[in-house]
């Protein structure tokens, strides 16, 4: 292999000591990332494992007090957190270009580097070998380490392992919007999550397309949700919003008659907008009457402003928190309440809501799917029946309504029901690309 301007060789790794003793934290970093940015484009994977190995794993299995791996020269004066940073950045460097480059297979044995017996401490390991081992243990045991294996995760088996497998969509877009993340990171977080939606997406009107011809046997189609047949009446009650009461349209209503409103005028048009034509608004109305309370409190100094729109973006990312996970760690009362009381639909419905008055709200709301999904994961499937079926309806909804494909339903038959309600089997589904009017 050639040796290159770090000197990291396979023959001889010892060769990075004396080249890192002489350089600060910073500018040993920034040569180690330009290392990395530059093998990983001109070797093969295989390559370029070997070289991470030899730079972060080989030689901590010395018996030797004399030798320390080259690279953690720089950090053993108190850089733990400097070590982390420099792995981190390190792995999306690599993974962001295998990413890009359909070498997806290799990510894995890149995570499973951390898995190492050479990483185990041993008696008779120096002491400032065994610090090493130690930093590399608790990096294996991170949330960092956590969120690199999201990427390693094989799609297609979603639905084995942990219920959360199945929402890491939503754990990446949070990889990518957390500034503390490395740029490489938050790219590769920001495509994978794409992917994944996509995917997801297409899976979906797949589903519904097939699943309403007569010649199609059930083998021929994937239903992307855990709903069963259950997903197909969803999506016809979701979708059954139309022409002047649609929820595209009450929200571009709702946009034009809040402009040049104030603050506390707004506030209230909100709180009526959300929970306009809500099922069941006699089970939610004590919900409600708490909401509104809540939100007329905020920013009560402003009040007699006229809302901006940064007002109007603030506002709307407040309400999501109010509806989800208020403070990024537990989840809030009103989404406790209305998950155990049932009203998972009605959630779903008014966060849609909210999206479609404020589109730039979207990554926000997607983020604290994600804080709700890392504060559940802790229990098990059966004791998160509830939260699961509010994160399968919201995937359902969003996908049909919030994208840039409209649902429409088409009625193809005349069947009346025995209790005089509308007989959903006597709609189909249509599918057509919609054009965006949000301002």
Same mark, same amino acid.
């Given at each position: 292999m050639t040796t290159n301007r770090l000197s990291i060789s396979q023959e001889n790794p010892h060769c990075l000591t004396s080249n890192f003793k002489q350089l600060d934290v910073q500018t040993a970093q920034e040569e180690v990332y330009s290392f990395f940015v530059e093998i990983v484009n001109k070797l093969t994977p295989e390559d370029v494992l070997r070289e991470f190995k030899s730079l972060f794993i080989d030689g901590l299995d010395s018996e030797y007090s004399d030798y320390i791996p080259g690279i953690y020269n720089i950090f053993l004066d108190d850089y733990e957190q400097e070590l982390y940073n420099t792995l981190k950045r390190c792995c999306y460097i690599i993974v962001n270009n295998w990413k890009t480059n359909r070498k997806d297979k290799y990510i894995q044995d890149l995570v499973n580097l951390f898995i190492n017996e050479n990483l185990k401490i041993k008696d008779n390991n120096p002491l400032v070998v065994k610090t090493c081992k130690i930093w590399l243990e608790k990096f294996a045991n991170?949330?960092?380490?956590?969120?690199?294996?999201?990427?390693?995760?094989?799609?297609?088996?979603?639905?084995?392992? #942990?219920?959360?497998? /199945?929402?890491?969509?939503?754990?990446?877009?949070?990889?990518?919007?957390?500034?503390?993340?490395?740029?490489? !990171?938050?790219?590769?977080? /920001?495509?994978?999550?794409? !992917?994944?939606?996509?995917?997801?997406?297409?899976?979906?009107?797949?589903?519904?397309?097939?699943?309403?011809?007569?010649?199609?046997?059930?083998? /021929?189609?994937?239903?992307?949700?855990?709903?069963?047949?259950?997903?197909?009446r969803l999506i016809k009650t979701i979708v059954l919003k139309r022409g002047v009461f649609s929820y595209d349209n009450i929200a571009h209503i709702f946009i034009k008659q809040t402009e040049k409103q104030t603050l506390k005028e707004f506030k209230i048009n909100l709180e009526k907008?959300?929970?306009?034509?809500?099922?069941? !608004?006699?089970?939610?109305?004590?919900?409600? !009457?708490?909401?509104?309370?809540?939100?007329?409190?905020?920013?009560?100094?402003?009040?007699?402003?006229?809302?901006?729109?940064?007002?109007?973006?603030?506002?709307?990312? /407040?309400?999501?928190?109010?509806?989800?996970?208020?403070?990024?760690?537990?989840?809030?009362?009103?989404?406790?309440?209305?998950?155990?009381?049932? #009203?998972a639909l009605t959630l779903v419905i008014i966060l849609l809501k909210v999206i479609l008055i404020c589109r730039n709200s979207r990554r926000h709301l997607e983020t604290r799917i994600a804080h709700l999904i890392r504060f559940y994961e802790k229990y098990s499937e059966e004791e998160c029946k509830g939260v699961i079926n509010f994160i399968e309806i919201f995937n359902i909804t969003f996908a049909i309504y919030a994208e840039n494909v409209e649902y429409n339903l088409i009625k193809i038959e005349e069947k009346q029901s025995s209790n005089q309600q509308l007989n959903l089997d006597s709609y189909r589904v249509f599918s057509q690309m919609k054009v965006d009017r949000q301002k």
């Open positions: 991170s949330k960092d380490y956590k969120d690199l294996k999201l990427f390693a995760t094989k799609y297609e088996d979603s639905s084995k392992g #942990h219920w959360a497998n /199945r929402y890491t969509s939503y754990l990446l877009i949070d990889q990518s919007v957390n500034n503390k993340n490395p740029k490489e !990171q938050q790219e590769a977080a /920001r495509r994978l999550s794409k !992917q994944i939606k996509d995917k997801f997406k297409f899976e979906l009107a797949m589903y519904i397309a097939r699943s309403q011809s007569g010649v199609s046997s059930t083998t /021929r189609y994937k239903n992307p949700s855990i709903l069963g047949d259950q997903a197909l907008y959300l929970f306009f034509s809500v099922e069941n !608004q006699e089970s939610v109305e004590n919900l409600r !009457q708490h909401f509104a309370h809540t939100l007329s409190l905020w920013k009560i100094d402003y009040n007699q402003e006229i809302i901006t729109k940064e007002f109007f973006l603030r506002a709307c990312n /407040r309400v999501i928190d109010y509806f989800t996970i208020e403070n990024a760690k537990e989840p809030s009362q009103l989404f406790i309440l209305l998950i155990a009381q049932g #009203h």
